[in-house]
């Protein structure tokens, strides 16, 4: 697919970018193990990866636009990429240089249809923030609209000028590598590349669309209009467009700021318990969760009297609504099977519940994952939350470590709506601990967890009950069944299908004959190259013919 003319050379650099990778991907992780050079591939592949995502930092900081947001999208999928990536790419901030206030004045009126300066009594040319997509900056209403809102001072976000253009390309750019992926057998058996582009590109689409944000912010505003503890934006509608968004101004106290808090008389700790409260309420109450809860977008915002957080004088005011998690009915159902699983331990179940959920590909081969399920359940299955909480955090992330890679071997895709609620639950487990450092997730999430697990429990006993029927069923009728088998052998009926077995000696053999070959291309290799010298003929002839092994070893034996 071809890129709009304007941004063909962006259009050429991604996809120059993506090929040069594609290329080092083959070299080391296919054709090196092939000619038996596989510790060269392991030996190397920490630092290749390291350098891999410290490349397209630089080139996601260079470009700008979407591709910022890529990279910050690739940090969170731990599901599908090593560590040594998402490390790098975690610290990647949404911050570029600010768009002058001539072209951002020229599409706000554009998009308004009005001169700014009728839209509003007074906006601040000096920006409130900048951002890859958009730009932010302080307004007053005028006379009649703030008679009409009961609004004086907002704050209007105004859409990077030609982002709807760089954004199509980008994402054109994404679709044709997803295309190369999918032909990559290494790559496609472990993860589905052009479901995550249109995962990605989803969000993406929705978070540059401000009736969208507009409208998750009125029911977020809904869902929170009798908790005291949360306060949310008012939108101005009468200003609002796609590309324009106008919402009062809720400015306060950044929720990360100690000092700041301390001044105004506000416990960090406080705070802390608060706001873990307000975001499991989003997810076991409302089932719409603010998936971006990083400091710029959450304020503590002191107030009087009645109408504050359990009378403390204070409120959690969040903004900025592009990007929300739906908890959807199907997902509910695959997370209500996962806790029966986890209920008995039952290591199958589990596994059965992550397929249910989407989280794994058709191809995956559970066996390794249900083994370490086992050690887990074996290991931490009997603690409580309080007690896992009191764990070795070495021997915590030794078993982490190890159970990780068994996750990043298989073809693991998280689900969006998944992806997204385990990142607004890491991103409040960082606030919260930074505010208090004794705070403990576990303990926070464990009355909601609990109180989901009553909600259930009545299906969970008869889901249980019905497993335990299934096995007693075939324990009454396994005596019969073998005595059926023992009989079937006394007869001589009983055969058996080789087949599979003759097909996987045939392969082992083919591998075996082509391990030689590559044997005898490296010892002909090397020794026609030291006897290039004294015996130039022999030697070249030598190196000449052991091509003929290195092609059987690359091409032998293939049907």
């Not at 053999?509 to 020794?527: K, Q």
């Amino acid at each position: 697919m071809g890129a709009v003319s304007p941004h063909r050379a962006r259009y050429r650099r991604i996809i120059a970018f993506a090929a040069r990778q594609l290329v080092q991907l083959w070299w080391f992780e296919l054709f090196l193990p092939r000619v038996g050079l596989s510790r060269v591939t392991e030996h190397t592949r920490v630092g290749r990866m390291q350098r891999l995502a410290q490349r397209f930092h630089v080139l996601a900081i260079e470009l700008g636009g979407l591709m910022i947001k890529v990279g910050q999208f690739l940090s969170s999928r731990l599901d599908v990429l090593p560590p040594e990536i998402t490390d790098e790419l975690a610290g990647l901030q949404d911050e570029v240089p600010a768009v002058s206030f001539a072209d951002i004045k020229a599409l706000a009126e554009a998009e308004l249809g009005v001169p700014l300066e009728r839209a509003f009594a007074w906006v601040d040319e000096q920006p409130l923030a900048a951002a890859s997509l958009g730009q932010v900056h302080r307004a007053r209403l005028s006379a009649l609209d703030a008679a009409d809102t009961g609004l004086g001072n907002v704050v209007v976000k105004v859409q990077r000028p030609g982002i709807d253009e760089i954004v199509a390309t980008d994402l054109a750019a994404l679709r044709r590598v997803a295309g190369w992926l999918r032909r990559i057998r290494l790559v496609s058996s472990r993860v589905d590349a052009p479901a995550l582009v249109e995962e990605f590109a989803q969000t993406s689409l929705e978070e540059i669309d401000y009736l969208h944000e507009a409208a998750n912010a009125e029911r977020f505003a809904d869902n929170f209009a009798d908790d005291p503890r949360v306060n949310t934006p008012q939108i101005v509608w009468e200003r609002v467009t796609r590309r324009v968004l106008t919402l009062s101004d809720v400015t306060a106290i950044k929720i990360n700021d100690g000092t700041a808090l301390r001044a105004a008389g506000i416990d960090p700790t406080e705070v802390a318990k608060v706001f873990a409260e307000v975001m499991f309420d989003q997810v076991f109450s409302h089932s719409f969760v603010h998936a971006d809860p990083h400091p710029g977008n959450i304020f503590v915002t002191p107030a009087s009297g009645e109408g504050t957080a359990e009378g403390t004088g204070w409120r959690l005011t969040f903004v900025d609504f592009g990007m929300m998690a739906e908890v959807p009915d199907g997902l509910r159902d695959g997370l209500r099977t996962l806790l029966i699983a986890v209920a008995g331990r039952d290591s199958k179940g589990l596994v059965d519940a992550a397929q249910e959920i989407g989280m794994l590909l058709p191809t995956a081969d559970t066996l390794e994952l249900e083994r370490a399920l086992t050690a887990l359940f074996a290991r931490f299955g009997g603690m409580g939350v309080a007690e896992l909480s009191k764990v070795d955090p070495k021997e915590f992330s030794a078993f982490a470590a190890e159970f990780g890679d068994v996750v990043r071997s298989l073809p693991l895709q998280l689900p969006e709506d998944m992806l997204l609620l385990i990142r607004a639950v890491s991103l409040t487990s960082g606030m919260c601990s930074g505010l208090d450092p004794a705070f403990n997730v576990w303990d926070a999430a464990e009355p909601y967890a609990a109180r989901l697990i009553r909600d259930e429990s009545g299906n969970v006993v008869q889901e249980l009950a019905r497993r335990a029927l299934r096995t007693a069923d075939v324990t009454w009728r396994l005596p019969q069944r073998i005595d059926n088998v023992i009989t079937s052998i006394d007869n001589g009926t009983v055969t058996f299908d080789t087949s599979r077995l003759e097909r996987r000696l045939d392969i082992v053999m083919s591998i075996g004959r082509r391990a030689v070959a590559a044997v005898l291309f490296a010892g002909m290799l090397v020794g026609g190259a030291l006897l290039l010298t004294p015996l130039p003929a022999l030697g070249a002839a030598l190196m000449i013919v052991s091509a003929a092994p290195l092609l059987y070893a690359l091409f032998g034996g293939r049907r």
